[in-house]
């Protein structure tokens, strides 16, 4: 589900929050794909023990990593997707970070946060709170859900 209320003409942020990584990710996808001006922007989650695999000599990619190779698989062109380093353990984590990550950046935007119905609301109070010294930008949630 696309909601209505994202002006598709007007040059948007979108923040792809961790969780159900393969909703989220093709609803990014879907609502890049009817704008022309757009930035995809993930942050790298905590993934506690990891040190522990890579010690052994594992690979495991950060679930970021996994949702921005999808969205290039999808035709996203890489110069449209930022994969932030930050170990974000919670969605509050996620919306400091990617605040203090645009901090410099902040211009007449708007802000899409991705996820799921169930979150949405949580979500949106979450990143209004933490951008709410950037008045240039207006969050809003999508909700993608497999029910949708």
Known sequence: MISDD????????????????PDRTLGAYELASNMSDYHIYIVKSDMPGVELLQSRGVVMPNYADLAAQALLDLGIPQQNITVIDGAAAST????LILHQYLADKLTNRQLVV????Y???RAGWIFK???KDARRYRARCIRMDKDD
């Open 129 to 131: 709170s933490a951008f």
């Open 114 to 117: 991705v996820t799921s119905k």
């Open 6 to 21: 994202i002006a598709k003409d007007r040059p948007t942020d979108m923040v792809l929050l961790m969780g159900s990584l």
């Open 119 to 121: 979150h949405s609301r």
């Open 92 to 95: 509050r984590d996620e919306a």
